[in-house]
């Protein structure tokens, strides 16, 4: 299973950008799916997931309302619409699969991309 990111990229402040993630390799449509962000010397941290098998969404507290996780099974892609852009959002976001249907820690996926860039400007 290969996942592919992409959409990063620079922002300035209060403006928008959508990641996507492609699937290569499996179907991931019972999977679990989710973003996850590293900004420079801090830990790897949760941003939202999407079930496998109800497409119920979680997001981190940090993001709720400016955040959208979506994906589209007919086209193995996840996407992270985001709004409102701040600049303590700039981190390498990194697509992830679960393991099973769902997850929200780190632990729960299995397989990870090489991450997008995103920089928000102020």
């Known amino acids: 299973v290969r996942l592919v990111e992409s959409g990063g990229g620079l922002v300035q402040a209060g403006g928008s950008l959508r990641l996507s993630c492609a699937v290569f390799?499996?179907?991931?449509?019972?999977?679990?799916m989710g973003w996850f962000r590293q900004a420079p010397g801090r830990e790897r941290e949760f941003v939202a997931s999407?079930?496998?098998?109800?497409?119920?969404?979680d997001y981190a507290d940090s993001v709720k309302g400016r955040f959208s996780i979506s994906r589209d099974n007919a086209k193995d892609t996840l996407y992270l619409q985001m709004s409102s852009l701040k600049p303590d959002v700039t981190a390498i976001y990194f697509c992830?699969?679960?393991?099973?249907?769902?997850?929200?820690?780190?632990?729960?996926?299995?397989?990870w991309g090489q991450g997008t860039q995103v920089t928000v400007s102020s």
């Open positions: 390799g499996s179907s991931s449509n019972l999977y679990g």
């Open positions: 999407i079930s496998g098998l109800t497409g119920a969404t």
């Open positions: 992830t699969r679960a393991q099973s249907y769902s997850g929200t820690a780190a632990g729960d996926f299995n397989y």
